[in-house]
């Protein structure tokens, strides 16, 4: 196998001598240039594996150098050199196609493993492996072959190649984590951890001992070291799920650690350098978060530096009923049911694919959980799906006056129809829908038990369910 080769671009002899020899101990093979058009010539002879252009160049900028590249070399990796601290040359360098960034002075245990990953993702690239293989591997957890999703998995594919942060923007729901989890599977850092968090399941105060780590000692409780999530994700990915929760005094901190590519654990004298990727996600508005001062314009920007957004289920109503059939193929084989998945009828199907779903993905997974449960033998009808329908705005009076006909109506309030159910409240504003119809199901479920002995036989008879139905509900209702 040939020797690798590495261009390095920077006008200040000390930095080209560093890196020609922390390369070459690397064996690898290093031309060092100062100028643009010494880069232009050494890009025409021949090609290289690896890429270092300095920001700042006497005849041009380094950001020509990384537009060449992308053009006419798309299969080599360009990382930008920057001054100490230079955020928006890094997001721009990222932007128009940079793998990576290095800030001045070089850490070398950084730049060596910043080279080994860009050095694998161009061997993968020229091989066809590595990404591609992953996305096969994974694209099927990506169902959907609409227009769309198409270009969701296009992207998914693009963006797996570099190392600039990734903001996924997307109602909740939509399947953001599994978005991340398929850049990290299909790049370089494959092989490394995936870190998922959720920002807004952490308290305030641990947060940053959750993320840094602490040492023995550096607080009450704190009775051994710990390494934090940055640790934990080194060599890999750190994915911040509803980033636009995090305190302001944390942005700061996170920003830092973003930048330096180090964090601090909590008691220590000294930072730890760590290697990781940042992928962030919120159903939120991160911009106007930003506009309102409730979120850091300049963490925004260092993590949003190149947006994909997922698409809610309304906006690819052709994908539902793929998704619908391979969720119920995950129920199966999840019960290792031996008469195989259950199956929609056709009118059930037809009520899926025209239903808004304002929970998207996770709102049918949870919608066929219930069904599978709910309905009798292998087949699913309309009324096993039991579809929410909001009440149109009405008066308080006519709310009152319609209150038993949209008891009728609703396949779920039936289970509340007993003559003696005491009657909930009508859903306002204050009441959520889901909350109000859970509240109309456990007052009659209820009702039924006390009727009965709490026998759940016969509770489930005078209900009109049956008996897996009613042990369902009183799971997902929490009744003892």
């Not at 232009?40 to 002879?45: D, F, N, P, Q, T």
């Not at 995936?194 to 009775?223: D, Q, W, Y």
Request: net charge negative; aromatic share 4%; charged share 25%.
């Amino acid at each position: 196998m040939s020797q690798q080769t590495v261009l390095v671009i920077d006008d200040e002899r000390d930095i080209r001598e560093l890196l020609t020899i922390t390369l070459g101990r690397m064996d690898l093979k290093v031309d060092a240039v100062g100028t643009v058009a010494e880069a232009r010539h050494a890009l025409g002879e021949r090609s290289y594996d690896l890429c270092f252009t300095d920001m700042r160049l006497p005849d041009g900028s380094g950001q020509e150098v990384i537009e060449l590249i992308a053009a006419e070399h798309p299969d080599t990796p360009v990382a930008m050199i920057t001054a100490y601290g230079n955020v928006d040359a890094a997001v721009t360098a990222l932007k128009a196609g940079a793998f990576d960034f290095v800030s001045k002075p070089v850490d070398i245990q950084m730049l060596r493993r910043l080279v080994r990953t860009a050095l694998k993702l161009a061997e993968e690239k020229r091989s066809g492996a590595g990404a591609g293989s992953a996305a096969t591997h994974s694209s099927d957890r990506l169902i959907g072959d609409s227009a769309v999703m198409q270009q969701v998995r296009s992207t998914i594919g693009k963006l797996a190649r570099n190392q600039a942060p990734v903001y996924i923007a997307g109602e909740s729901g939509v399947g953001k984590e599994l978005v991340a989890r398929l850049i990290h599977e299909q790049g370089p850092r494959a092989t490394g951890p995936f870190v998922p968090v959720n920002c807004g399941a952490i308290p305030s105060e641990l947060m940053e001992s959750e993320f840094f780590g602490h040492r023995k000692g550096s607080f009450t409780g704190a009775g051994a070291d710990k390494e934090g999530l940055f640790q934990a994700a080194h060599g890999g990915t750190l994915f911040l799920d509803e980033v636009a929760e995090l305190p302001l005094h944390m942005q700061v901190k996170l920003l830092r650690a973003i930048q330096e590519k180090a964090v601090r654990p909590i008691g220590a004298r000294e930072e730890v350098a760590v290697d990781v990727r940042i992928l962030s996600a919120t159903h939120k508005n991160l911009a106007a978060l930003v506009d309102q001062s409730q979120f850091r314009q300049d963490l925004f920007y260092r993590i949003n530096v190149i947006e994909l957004r997922v698409p809610p289920l309304r906006e690819r109503r052709g994908d539902v009923s793929l998704l619908a059939d391979f969720v119920l193929r995950q129920l199966a084989a999840k019960s290792k049911s031996e008469s195989g998945a259950v199956r929609l009828l056709p009118e059930a199907r037809q009520a899926l694919e025209e239903y808004d779903f304002p929970g998207n993905v996770r709102e049918l997974e949870n919608i066929l959980e219930r069904a599978v449960a709910m309905c009798d033998g292998d087949r699913i009808d309309t009324t096993d799906l039991m579809l929410p329908q909001r009440p149109p705005r009405q008066s308080a009076d006519t709310a009152a006056a319609m209150h038993t006909h949209h008891h009728a109506q609703s396949g779920v309030t039936q289970l509340g129809s007993a003559p003696s159910a005491p009657p909930a409240p009508a859903p306002s504003s204050e009441l959520p829908l889901d909350d109000y119809i859970s509240n109309l199901e456990r007052t009659a479920i209820m009702k039924a038990l006390e009727e009965s002995r709490y026998n759940k036989t016969a509770a489930a008879r005078k209900l009109g369910i049956t008996f897996r139905a009613l042990r369902y509900k009183l799971k997902k209702l929490g009744i003892d």
